[in-house]
């Protein structure tokens, strides 16, 4: 099955859920609220047609200048050989939540992990839930476009070099 097919099932299907499409674009994809997310997944899942029974990936975006995060969902059907990618957008203010996916994709425990630890979205029924790559008692999230990183963590010193060429050790 192609993405315009793709796109199409899931319209049929989930009608205005469905936020924005792009069967078209370099890397095929619909947009989908948070709220909307796990019914999509599930049929995703469950549909005998598009039956994506792997999920390769999650990737974490910040969209600063749109003040949203996007969760991307890179999916795979293993019995029917096609890709598609969902990416589920949530605004950065506050606590931004999307609902997990474990329970579908058993790989999404560790990416959902990564997205909350480097980027603070929380994925709500998530079974083990905390920072995967940071220590316990990291503040903030790196990878958001608009983190400052500390200065020490415990006294160990961050480092604040702005030009690189600059470095005694910068091969020249």
């Known amino acids: 099955m192609q993405a315009p097919d793709i796109i199409n099932k899931l319209t049929e299907k989930f009608g205005d ?14 947009h989908v609220a948070p709220e909307n997310w796990r019914s999509i997944a599930q049929f995703l899942y469950n ?28 999916l795979r059907s293993t019995k029917h050989n096609h890709w598609f990618c969902v990416k589920v957008i949530v605004g950065r203010d506050g606590t931004p939540t999307v ?20 980027m ?7 079974p083990d839930l905390r920072r995967i790559l940071l220590p316990e008692d990291w503040e903030g999230f790196p990878l958001r476009k608009d983190y400052v ?24």
């Not at 996916?101 to 990416?111: G, I, R, S």
């Not at 979205?121 to 998530?126: A, L, N, P, Q, Y």
């Open 17 to 30: 859920a469905i936020a924005e499409r792009f069967p078209e674009d370099q890397h095929p994809r619909v």
């Open 47 to 74: 549909d005998p047609e598009l039956a994506f029974d792997w999920l390769a990936c999650i990737s974490a975006v910040d969209y600063v200048a749109d003040n949203e995060l996007a969760a991307v969902y890179e």
């Open 149 to 172: 990183f500390p200065k020490h963590y415990h006294g160990i010193p961050g480092t604040y070099e702005t030009d690189w060429k600059q470095r005694a050790d910068y091969p020249n």
């Open 99 to 118: 609902p997990s996916v474990c329970d579908l994709w058993p790989a999404a425990d560790w990416h959902e992990r990564e997205a909350y630890d480097m």
């Open 120 to 126: 603070g979205i929380v994925f709500e029924g998530h």
